[in-house]
C-alpha cells in the first residue's frame, strides 16, 4: 500500500526573478548582450576548465570596484580598453552599439591562457522620489 503524499502549498508570487541587492560601487556582471557565437569564438569548442577559469574570475572582479579593476596593473588581469582600429574586429555587432558602449575593455582570465574577455561598463543610477 503507497502512501499517500500531500500537496505543498506554495505562496502565489509574481514568477519574476528579483534582484539581488549589491553594493553600488562594486562591479556586477550582467549576460544581457552575451553572444553565445561568434565567428572567432564558439562556446561550445570551450573544455570546462575555460568555464571553470572564466567563472572564478568573474567571481573575483565582483569583489572589486570599477575603479580598483581599471586601476589594476597585474599581469594576470591586464585589464585595459580596446581600440577596435587596432584589431581584425570593428565592435561587439549590437544593435545600437554606438549608443550603448562608451568604452569597449578586455580583460585576461590567466596570464598565460585562456584567452580574453571583451566587454563594457554600463553605469546606471537610479534614484527615486516619492
Same mark, same amino acid.
Given at each position: 500500500?503507497?502512501?499517500?503524499?500531500?500537496?505543498?502549498?506554495?505562496?502565489?508570487?509574481?514568477?519574476?526573478?528579483?534582484?539581488?541587492?549589491?553594493?553600488?560601487?562594486?562591479?556586477?556582471?550582467?549576460?544581457?548582450?552575451?553572444?553565445?557565437?561568434?565567428?572567432?569564438?564558439?562556446?561550445?569548442?570551450?573544455?570546462?576548465?575555460?568555464?571553470?577559469?572564466? /567563472?572564478?574570475?568573474?567571481?573575483?572582479?565582483?569583489? $572589486? %570596484?570599477?575603479? @580598483?579593476?581599471? !586601476?589594476?596593473?597585474?599581469?594576470? +588581469?591586464?585589464?585595459?580598453?580596446?581600440?577596435?582600429?587596432?584589431?581584425?574586429?570593428?565592435?561587439?555587432?549590437?544593435?545600437?552599439?554606438?549608443? /550603448?558602449?562608451?568604452?569597449?575593455?578586455?580583460?585576461? $582570465? %590567466?596570464?598565460? @591562457?585562456?584567452? !580574453?574577455?571583451?566587454?563594457?561598463? +554600463?553605469?546606471?543610477?537610479?534614484?527615486?522620489?516619492?
Amino acid at each position: 500500500m503507497s502512501k499517500k503524499i500531500k500537496k505543498t502549498k506554495v505562496p502565489q508570487t509574481s514568477s519574476r526573478i528579483r534582484p539581488t541587492p549589491t553594493h553600488p560601487s562594486l562591479i556586477c556582471f550582467s549576460f544581457r548582450y552575451y553572444q553565445e557565437n561568434r565567428p572567432k569564438f564558439r562556446v561550445q569548442d570551450n573544455p570546462a576548465t575555460y568555464w571553470l577559469t572564466l /567563472l572564478n574570475r568573474l567571481k573575483a572582479l565582483s569583489g $572589486l %570596484s570599477v575603479q @580598483e579593476v581599471l !586601476r589594476n596593473r597585474s599581469s594576470s +588581469l591586464r585589464c585595459h580598453p580596446i581600440k577596435w582600429e587596432d584589431t581584425s574586429e570593428d565592435g561587439f555587432g549590437l544593435p545600437n552599439e554606438d549608443q /550603448l558602449v562608451d568604452t569597449p575593455y578586455q580583460f585576461s $582570465l %590567466s596570464s598565460n @591562457e585562456h584567452g !580574453r574577455v571583451h566587454v563594457f561598463l +554600463l553605469m546606471m543610477s537610479f534614484i527615486l522620489f516619492g
